[in-house]
RNA sequence: GGGCACUUAGCUCAGCUGGUAGAGCGUCGCAUUUACACUGCGAAUGUCGGGGGUUCGAUCCCCUCAGUGCCCACCA
């Protein structure tokens, strides 16, 4: 053995020497309970991020049930990520000068399915290298033709079941990337705006979006403002920039009275919120902004021009004619943008899916507040209930083509929509119509993931599904809570009938060393492949865990990883010490001595503890216990204590640290691995010999 | 506007159901070439953000103030 741990040449032998004795897949305990997390899978268009080593706590999770009997299913798969992906090989595109507007449809799906492919492989064998042990043979892909037609079963029966409807309303829309997002893809930005205070005939009003007022079909006022009482219900005459004009005033509760003049503009194609006062006094949505971002003919002169150059060209021409009564540059407000290119969304009328939520969140929230799901850490339950209550209907069509296609059809001749489970239709149900057409959109991505528990044990192995669903544990980032999690309880509830997982757990970020958020336009991503050469993956996996509460955000701490890297080097030289450093005249029965005696109990304390801890994925407290027992009880002073009697004390030694490197292992699996192998041991590996309790 | 966290040694952070504080890194001193220098032994440093309350006793519970971060809603 060398003086100094060399990882590189452990860590590939031993993951090979696994997968090839099959002993990822449950069957290595064929009569344990079954236990089982889906991995939350990567999406398949780049490398693995640091977030993703995260999920070496469901590793350890795996891997401690394994050992301790269960029939532990870690079910590894990837996901077609649709918009995320089509960006990122829209932008490769454009690298070689390309767009996707220079492809059909099918040979630009066939090209990212080709992208997708290679790097799937690319972030499988990265996850290999991470020491996850998953059950390879059962792997899925989000675009598998099965989980596909389960998609599409999913969707038949909630139209069959009224909980699909389609309809024009307001969506957020990317002019840029031609697509409209659910509301959780929109974010927020602060921005300086001016705010014009514009005079329609008699009232004044505040707006910021003066290109939108080719769109009026009203102005508002709140019902209690004495103010303007006198207007409610008339028609007044205005002045515009195309000429006169006639518009009426309506009274509605959603105006702020003390906004601007608390006069409002209603344009009710392009705003959600004035499509919604439109809704309720019958109002025309005229739309005067179209899907490439540029205002249309009832814009007049301004026909043409894109939003913010008409916004200019308008407030020159209105201050010529004197319709702006002033300007409040210091004006405030949060701009909603494409949480990928930063363009402005425009609040667009259109016709899409969507499901009807009220009764899947109703369930979704029930079964967390019955605690049939429960979260850890526990705080963020009623960050869940908040959103569950005040979830809204979810916009399930994408304007984009490497998705699934939605399998609904629409009848030329009559208009109606006919759904199916993929089949094409030979004419219209409705009228016998052959003239039918696909509707070209796709699903959300997440109307898919958000399918993955129950679709991958569908369509694993017969029985799969049975045996392991509903899940143990789901565990993934905080963040995709909502966009995840959420949607598969609901989900999961409406299509099974059962929750997905018992227990969801959520690891926090990990943010670049300074405690910024990791993103490739600040430049301050770390491949965690570059970590896991540098230190070790098990370095890196107990870096990850060791010193954080559990849920928290933590920087990457490269001092940390090489305090782990040198506990690796540790463990390594205990080793070496206890088997090339033997005496020949070694006893073989564990003695009666106090030292040894107390060692032992000290063990049989941390059995308990981490076993513990574990169980309530207090897995900093674990690592802290081992850590300490290790390095400062064990080897600091206990091996140094024996030197004088080291023949006698040799079986305590071998046993204690065996037992040490078995309650180590799900954290550190190629160390534990390798040093359990040249140590007196029985089985075939340490990953399937027994947990250790205490006596 | 609503919600969730966080504020503990120079830095990064632990501290579970209340008994006046710990780790890693760093600093200082010492040791030795030792199984391990990716080492060992020892030391210093904290009125646990401010204020108030409950309690025999609070870093931990309650109230309040201040600062930081994140999430949701959304501004016409």
């Known amino acids: 053995m060398d003086k100094t741990y060399d990882q590189t040449r452990v860590e590939e032998k031993w993951y090979k020497f696994w997968e090839e004795n099959n002993l990822f897949a449950p069957e290595i305990n064929p ?43 870690w079910l590894p798969g990837s996901d077609h990520a649709g918009f995320e992906t089509q960006v990122v090989f829209e932008r490769n595109l454009q690298n070689e000068g390309k767009s996707r507007f220079d492809f059909d449809r099918e040979t630009l799906y ?64 990317c002019t840029k990337h031609g697509t409209s997002f659910s509301d959780l893809e929109v974010v927020y930005e602060d921005r300086k705006s001016p705010l014009y205070y514009i005079k329609y005939g008699p009232l004044t009003l ?25 207007y409610i219900g008339k028609e007044i005459d205005i002045e515009t920039v195309l000429g006169p004009a006639k518009i009426k005033v309506i009274s509605d509760e959603a105006v702020d009275k003390d906004f601007g003049t608390g006069v409002v503009k209603v344009t009710p194609a392009h705003s959600a919120t004035d499509f919604e006062i439109g809704q309720r006094h019958n109002l025309e949505v005229k739309q005067v902004i179209n899907f490439d971002g540029k205002l249309n003919e009832k814009a007049g002169k301004f026909a043409g021009m894109k939003v913010k150059e008409a916004r200019a060209a308008i407030a020159e021409e209105m201050q010529k004619k004197g319709l702006i009564e002033k300007v409040d540059e210091n004006y405030q407000n949060r701009v909603a943008v494409c949480y990928k290119c930063g363009t402005e969304i425009e609040p667009l009328p259109m016709e899409q899916w969507f499901i009807k939520i009220d009764s899947l969140a109703k369930n979704a929230l029930e079964v967390v507040e019955k605690g049939e799901v429960k979260i850890f850490p526990k705080n963020y339950t009623s960050t869940y209930y908040q959103w569950m209550k005040n979830i809204k209907d979810w916009n399930i069509s994408r304007q984009i083509v490497w998705g699934i296609q939605i399998p609904a059809w629409k009848c030329k001749d009559c208009n109606e929509w006919v759904v199916t489970k993929g089949e094409e239709p030979n004419e219209c149900p409705n009228c016998k119509s052959s003239t039918i057409e696909r509707d070209p959109d796709v699903f959300d991505t997440w109307f898919s993931s958000g399918q993955w528990p129950y679709a991958t044990l569908m369509t694993t192995k017969p029985g799969d599904f049975e045996k392991f669903y509903p899940t143990a544990v789901m565990e993934t980032g905080r963040d995709i809570l909502f966009f995840w999690v959420a949607r598969m309880v609901m989900l999961g509830l409406y299509k099974t009938g059962s929750i997905p997982f018992k227990d969801v757990v959520l690891h926090g970020t990990v943010l670049d060393p300074l405690g910024k958020k990791m993103s490739k336009s600040k430049g301050n991503v770390v491949n965690p492949m570059d970590l896991a050469n540098q230190y070790g993956a098990d370095a890196l996996r107990m870096a990850l865990v060791y010193g954080n509460a559990f849920g928290h955000d933590q920087a990457l701490s490269h001092p940390k990883l090489q305090t782990m890297r040198n506990f690796t080097n540790k463990l390594w030289n205990i080793g070496r010490f206890l088997i090339e450093f033997k005496p020949e ?71 204690v640290f065996k037992t040490s490197l078995e309650l180590l292992h799900p954290f550190m699996p190629f160390i534990t691995e390798e040093l359990w192998q040249r140590l007196p041991h029985e089985g075939k590996s340490i990953m399937i010999t027994s947990w250790p309790t205490s006596k």
Not at 593 to 606: G, R, V, Y
């Open 31 to 73: 009569d344990g309970n079954p236990y089982t997390i889906i991995l939350p899978p990567p999406n398949a268009n780049a490398d693995l991020h640091l977030g993703h080593a995260m999920m070496s706590v469901e590793d350890i999770l795996i891997r401690y049930r394994r050992m301790k009997g269960d029939a532990a299913l």
């Open 110 to 173: 066939k090209m990212i399915f080709e992208f997708v492919q290679n790097n799937k492989s690319k972030m499988e064998n990265q996850l290999r290298r991470l020491g996850f042990s998953m059950d390879w043979s059962r792997e899925k892909f989000t675009l598998d033709e099965d989980i596909i037609n389960i998609v599409y079963q999913t969707f038949k029966k909630m139209s069959d079941g009224g909980l699909i409807y389609r309809a024009n309303r307001i969506v957020n829309y």
């Open 585 to 655: 005249d070694s006893t073989t029965e564990i003695s009666n001595h106090e030292d040894d005696k107390a060692i032992l109990k000290k063990l049989d304390e941390t059995i308990n503890k981490v076993t513990a801890a574990l169980d309530q994925y207090r897995f900093h407290d674990a690592t802290d216990t081992l850590y300490e027992f290790i390095w400062h009880e064990f080897a600091d002073k206990y091996i140094e204590s024996t030197k004088e009697r080291r023949s006698e004390a040799q079986p305590t030694l071998e046993y």
């Open 206 to 230: 505040a707006t910021v979006r003066l290109e939108t007022k080719f769109g009026d079909t009203a102005v508002a006022i709140h019902p209690n403002d004495e103010r303007y009482k006198e």
